[in-house]
């Protein structure tokens, strides 16, 4: 089995700082993609910012600028610093990788989800 842990939402006044982070453990042969989604009340889930494992990066129109994503392989953990938070920035956000079982088979895993919650 393979668990994602979340850990740093949070309630953040609008134009504060809040730094999200996911470590993957378990039954881990290597990691490809791993990435953040987020899902407002009455909103489809939406990709927020994903990072392969060469370093390739990709961001949300809505975030680029303010949020930042990173990485640790050696740890299997990632992150997302976000800046300049907005109230619209409001949603749980939710950790994804792409796993490769020592079965040599892709899946994907998803966290439990973190509130991060902007307040005007």
């Known amino acids: 089995q393979v668990q994602l842990v979340e850990s740093g939402g949070g309630l953040v006044q609008a134009g504060g700082s809040l730094r999200l982070s996911c470590a993957a453990s378990g039954s881990i042969f290597s990691i490809n993609a791993m990435g953040w989604y987020r899902q407002a009340p009455g909103k489809q889930r939406e990709l927020v910012a994903s990072?392969?494992?060469?370093?390739?990066?990709n961001y949300a129109d809505s975030v680029k600028g303010r949020f930042t994503i990173s990485r640790d392989n050696a740890k299997n953990t990632v992150y997302l610093q976000m800046n300049s938070l907005k109230p619209e920035d409001t949603a749980v956000y939710y950790c994804n990788a792409n796993v490769m079982r020592p079965s040599l088979t892709w899946y994907d895993y998803w966290g439990q989800g973190t509130q991060v919650t902007v307040s005007s």
């Open positions: 990072s392969t494992a060469g370093g390739s990066t």
